[in-house]
């Protein structure tokens, strides 16, 4: 038996039973929830940066979606919010790197 112990997408549970496996599984309350979702963006950041996977930036999209739902927006509320960030300070297009400001 292998442990994970970790937030897993909804149709897992019957992936796992069409492989004939058995799946142990709880669901979390809203504080357990938030803390799985914020684990999982890390794990899904992290599995992005050892792979640079598009499939793995999919999956921080779909951890942020739920980030978002689970605070009351939506994914589209956040790409608003990117967009007037970028309309105000910009994109990362250029691939400036800001080394020091004097005074």
């Not at 492989?19 to 709880?26: C, L, W, Y």
């Not at 992005?48 to 921080?60: G, Q, R």
Request: glycine fraction near 2%; include cysteine.
């Amino acid at each position: 038996m292998k442990i994970y112990n970790k937030l897993v997408r909804d149709n897992i549970p019957q992936i796992i039973a069409q492989n004939g496996q058995k799946a142990h599984i709880s669901t979390l309350d809203s504080d357990q929830y938030n803390i799985a979702l914020r684990k999982k963006l890390c794990e899904e950041v992290q599995e992005y940066l050892d792979s640079e996977d598009i499939e793995e930036l999919a999956d921080i999209m779909e951890v942020v979606e739920a980030l978002a739902v689970f605070r009351g927006s939506t994914l589209d509320e956040v790409l608003k919010v990117k967009e007037k960030k970028a309309a105000k300070n910009g994109k990362f297009e250029k691939r400036l790197f800001l080394e020091k400001v004097e005074d």
